[in-house]
């Protein structure tokens, strides 16, 4: 995978701990990719402290990559010393169980090569059960794949040093938003995630994802949609806490105490600007093309289609509008007598029965909303997401 003369193009950097078995399938994969691509890649693997002898295995199995025994568990953020090492024009991030496919390589580079202010290119993320999953956000990184110019990683340092795992991408996002890097997502480019569960901690991963989020917020957004999104966050990841039962509970409120007080320490505050901002939520681009929307097919009432991460900008659109949101139409965080703002919370089914001009697909994130619309509109209701490409030029014409 490396060639000791001459500058590899690509690096493949993975952060993993005490997942040896899953991670040698991936390297094996990584070695295939190596032979048939052309390319002149390295890896890059941080073992974070792993017991189960990952180490000892990479070096008997695959000689050629460059392994790095940390002392401790550092996380995914554990990248960082990869980065510290890496060589390639190009790096790519990946779980210790995911991969990309051969010819995603080869795309990733000349989408780079023709755009110089890409600064990082996402991959679309295929599972096991052949579904797909993207970032909650289409301008947020993913972990499990996405290339990066390594020029822009080193202009705006890397991942946070304090974050462990969960929505480190999220902070590193907004930082090349802020420098002005575009971060692109291309259907083209494909990644196998084998979503391995051994080792995963799922009490952990619910106190980090909202110690993390309430970082995020604090520490990069506009000071006037800090309290609005940091309370948003908060009331969602506590609803997705409390469906897993009291552990989980307990486990969130440990993550919102460590949080604020992360939030309140001296340097925390990092404010990104107002474009940036709106690279990211897109809450101008919402409330235009809802409008759109509102004159094209002369909407008065509305659902919105999920109670996702980036639902406020969809709210205060509609509020703007003067349309009434007859209720958030999600599944999985319905609840009796649950409300967001004053509107019910309610199962897709229940939601189905109301009368109402369209349902409005109130989630941003590029796999989830396509799934979404296409089991909504299966019912025959005028289905809208306002950034998809077909239904986007028939609200313009």
């Given amino acids: ?24 399938r991936t390297l094996a994969e990584l070695r295939e990719i190596d032979r048939r691509s052309g390319l002149i890649t390295e890896t890059i693997v941080v073992d974070n402290a792993s017991r189960d ?45 995911s991969f990309p496919t051969v010819g995603s390589v080869r795309r990733m ?65 907004l930082r090349l938003l802020e420098n002005k890097w575009s971060i692109q997502r291309f ?7 084998l979503k391995t569960p051994t080792s995963r901690i799922p009490t952990r991963t619910t106190r980090l994802d909202m110690r993390n989020n309430l970082m995020v917020v604090t520490r990069h957004f506009p000071r006037h949609w800090v309290l609005p999104f940091a309370m948003d966050w908060v009331r969602r990841y506590w609803w997705m806490a409390s469906a897993k039962g009291k552990r989980h509970q307990a486990a969130a409120l440990r993550g919102i ?28 681009a919402i409330r235009r093309r809802l409008n759109q929307a509102v004159h094209a097919h002369r909407l008065r009432s509305i659902v919105l289609v999920d109670l996702g991460k980036n639902l406020l900008p969809y709210l205060l659109a509609a509020k703007a509008a003067g349309i009434h ?17 004053g509107i019910p919370v309610v199962s897709d089914d229940d939601a ?40 986007t030029l028939a609200i313009a014409a």
């Fill in 1 to 24: 995978m490396e060639n000791a003369c001459v500058d590899p193009l690509i690096t493949f950097l993975i952060s993993t701990c005490n997942r040896r078995d899953v991670l040698l």
């Fill in 53 to 97: 002898g990952t180490a000892d295995a990479i070096q008997a199995a695959f000689p050629q990559v460059q392994l790095i025994r940390g002392r401790r568990n550092l996380g995914a953020c554990a990248k960082n010393a990869g980065l510290a090492r890496a060589r390639g024009e190009f790096v790519i991030f990946l779980d210790d169980d």
């Fill in 109 to 173: 580079v000349q989408h780079f090569f023709a755009d110089p202010k890409l600064g990082a290119a996402v991959f679309d993320v295929t599972l096991p059960d052949g579904s797909h999953e993207s970032s909650a956000y289409p301008s947020v990184v993913i972990g499990c794949g996405t290339g990066f110019r390594r020029s822009a990683l080193a202009e705006v340092g890397g991942l946070p040093t304090d974050f462990f795992m969960q929505a480190e991408e999220y902070d590193l996002s």
């Fill in 187 to 193: 259907e083209d480019l494909r990644v196998n995630h």
């Fill in 257 to 284: 105490f460590e949080g604020i007080a992360r939030s309140i320490l001296p340097g925390h505050r990092k404010p990104i600007g107002l474009a940036a901002f709106e690279s990211f939520a897109m809450v101008v």
């Fill in 325 to 341: 949101v007859m209720a958030i139409a999600d599944s999985r965080l319905a609840a009796a007598n649950r409300t967001y703002h």
């Fill in 352 to 391: 189905l029965q109301m009368i109402f001009d369209a349902a409005v697909i109130a989630n941003i994130s590029p796999a989830h909303a396509s799934g979404r619309a296409d089991t909504w509109r299966r019912h025959g209701r005028l289905v809208i997401d306002l950034f998809e490409t077909a239904e």
